[in-house]
Structures are given as C-alpha cells and as structure tokens.
C-alpha cells in the first residue's frame, strides 16, 4: 500500500517511503537528525472570540479581520445609516456583523468556506476610515442639532423660565 505524504498530499511510489519524493518531508513524522527545529506547518486558524469582539466594537472590523472587507466596510455603512434614521435598524445589522464574523471565523477554521488572511493593514485603514466618519458625523450632529438648541438656551434670562415655554404666564 502506498503511503500519502501528511505535508504536501503526494502519494508515494514506494510502499514504505522515509521521504516523499514531492517535498522531501520524512513520511513517518519524526522529526529529521540534524533539523531540531524543524515540526509539522499547522494551518492557520481564525480566532472565533477575536472576530466577533472586532465587530462589537466597530461594525465590521471582524469582517476585515476575517479577510472580508468589503463586506467589512458595506456593514459599517449600513449600521451607521441604520444608527442615524432609526435606531432598531442600526443595532439589528450591528448584531449581525458580531454574529457574522464569529460565524464566518469558525467555518474557516472548519474549512467550509476558503481561508483568507488577515491583512493588518486593511484593518488599519478601516480603523481610519471608521474614525474619520463618526467624527464627520458627530460635527454633523453638533452643528445641526445640538448648536441651534444651545443657542436658544443661551438667549434666556437666567431668572425667566417664561421665554423657555414661551408663554407670558406659566409660572
């Protein structure tokens, strides 16, 4: 019977090989003589608990972090306009990308959907990018709403609650 190399899957030509004649790899998994440091590669695998906390802190970081993101970015985008218009919307998609990405991590480990790597760098620029809008969007929120309400409260007497109502004789 042949044997199948555990590194690179080659089935041998001899019957009991000691090295795969595909990558040389010693076929009974013993370490060789004179490689001390030499073990068997161990795929990657997909922190399940990081992914998922990626996203509860920004939506769609756990998508990135599983290699996905673009879909990383359009979930971010769609929990902020959710968060903006209605805030039921926002929080049901912000569940979702935690829930995803959890998910999604644990079917790369198990192999049911194609490994992607993790790219420090797309995480970064997310980070960026995420930062940039929610502080364009808190500006946005200062200068419609909060500043025009600050303004009317500055232009009341501080003893004359009768401008706040703005009924001459409700106290």
């Given at each position: 019977m042949?044997?199948?190399?555990?590194?690179?899957?080659?089935?041998?030509?001899?019957?009991?090989?000691r090295?795969c004649?595909?990558?040389?790899?010693?076929?009974?998994?013993?370490?060789?003589?004179?490689?001390?440091?030499?073990?068997?590669?161990?795929?990657?695998?997909?922190?399940?608990?990081?992914?998922?906390?990626?996203?509860?802190?920004?939506?769609?970081?756990?998508?990135?972090?599983?290699?996905?993101?673009?879909?990383?970015?359009?979930?971010f985008?769609?929990?902020?306009?959710?968060?903006?218009?209605?805030?039921?919307?926002?929080i049901?998609?912000?569940?979702?990308?935690?829930?995803?990405?959890?998910?999604?991590?644990?079917?790369?480990?198990?192999?049911?959907?194609?490994?992607?790597?993790?790219?420090?760098?797309?995480?970064?620029?997310?980070?960026?990018?995420?930062?940039?809008?929610?502080?364009?969007?808190?500006?946005?929120?200062?200068?419609?709403?909060?500043?025009?309400?600050?303004?009317?409260?500055?232009?009341?007497?501080?003893?004359?609650?009768?401008?706040?109502?703005?009924?001459?004789?409700?106290?």
């Open positions: 042949h044997e199948i190399c555990p590194h690179c899957g080659k089935v041998s030509n001899e019957e009991f090989p090295f004649s595909g990558c040389g790899a010693r076929m009974d998994g013993k370490t060789p003589a004179g490689y001390p440091g030499y073990s068997v590669p161990v795929p990657e695998q997909k922190n399940r608990l990081i992914a998922g906390v990626c996203s509860s802190f920004l939506p769609g970081l756990g998508q990135v972090y599983n290699g996905e993101t673009a879909k990383g970015f359009a979930l985008i769609l929990t902020l306009a959710g968060l903006a218009f209605l805030l039921i919307p926002g049901i998609v912000w569940f979702y990308a935690m829930y995803n990405a959890y998910a999604t991590a644990g079917k790369m480990n198990a192999g049911e959907v194609p490994f992607r790597e993790t790219r420090v760098l797309h995480m970064i620029l997310f980070i960026i990018f995420a930062v940039v809008v929610i502080a364009i969007a808190l500006l946005v929120l200062i200068v419609t709403v909060i500043d025009p309400l600050m303004s009317q409260l500055g232009t009341l007497d501080s003893g004359n609650f009768n401008q706040l109502f703005g009924t001459s004789g409700f106290i």
